[in-house]
């Protein structure tokens, strides 16, 4: 079964404590992506990668680190230095970072700070 | 950089109506469009999409037009059903040579159908 599976789906920190948000697909895609989802805000890109072994910055990334040793695999640490980390995090991925494609989502983790 | 915003941010409806809901837009390369649906508790996902060689898309209830000149696009949805229900985001990017298409979303607008 096709998809992109996140977890957990729900995780509390307390605060000072780093904590990281799994994301895994199995779609064969080349892009992948960490979005923060707060009311009201759409959807505010976090890092993504286009590539195995790279990537890049997007619009919110104080506090947050990614990794990308495997294709299937971006795993997002949520740091202490996150001022305001209490929310719903979407992972998704595409075919590709360049061809304005389908971005599929994971069903998203919701990080609450004690 | 790129913003887009997105109108209304909640919308009533009763069943069987039409909903329209509009987005603008500020960069001019902007050339790819998408409106994503994201139901209660569910993921978001894409519904519509446009890129900028056409002005309108259909397909079956939903369409979406584009005024590139205006620098907005809109989602119509028509004899709107209860399972209509959603929060729908719109999204815009530009494709530079070679580059990453980044898409910028809209802060989204929660439709509501009554029976």
């Known amino acids: 079964d096709g998809g992109i599976t996140q977890s957990p789906k729900y995780l509390f920190r307390k605060e000072g404590q780093n904590v990281t948000l799994s994301c895994e697909q199995n779609l064969n895609h080349d892009a992948m992506y960490w979005y923060r989802q707060d009311p009201g805000q759409g959807l505010r890109l976090i890092y993504y990668?286009?590539?195995?072994?790279?990537?890049q910055k997007g619009d919110i990334a104080e506090g947050y680190s990614v990794s990308r040793e495997k294709k299937e695999s971006f795993p997002l640490t949520v740091t202490s230095a996150q001022k305001n980390p209490t929310a719903f995090y979407l992972c998704?991925?595409?075919?590709?970072?360049?061809?304005?494609?389908?971005?599929?989502f994971g069903e998203g983790s919701r990080l609450t700070v004690l | 950089g790129e913003n887009v915003e997105q109108h209304p941010s909640t919308l009533s409806v009763q069943e069987g109506d039409s909903a329209v809901i509009k987005c603008t837009y500020s960069d001019s390369a902007s050339n790819y469009f998408p409106w994503y649906k994201q139901e209660l508790g569910k993921r978001p996902q894409l519904i519509i999409d446009i890129r900028s060689n056409v002005g309108e898309k259909k397909d079956q209830r939903i369409a979406v037009t584009l005024n590139k000149t205006a620098k907005h696009f809109s989602l119509h949805i028509t004899e709107t059903q209860p399972e209509d229900s959603a929060v729908y985001f719109c999204?815009?990017?530009?494709?530079?040579?070679?580059?990453?298409?980044?898409?910028?979303f809209g802060a989204g607008t929660r439709l509501a159908v009554h029976p």
């Open positions: 998704a991925s595409s075919i590709s970072g360049t061809s304005g494609g389908e971005l599929f």
């Open positions: 999204a815009a990017s530009k494709n530079p040579l070679g580059g990453y298409n980044k898409l910028i």
């Open positions: 990668s286009q590539i195995v072994n790279d990537f």
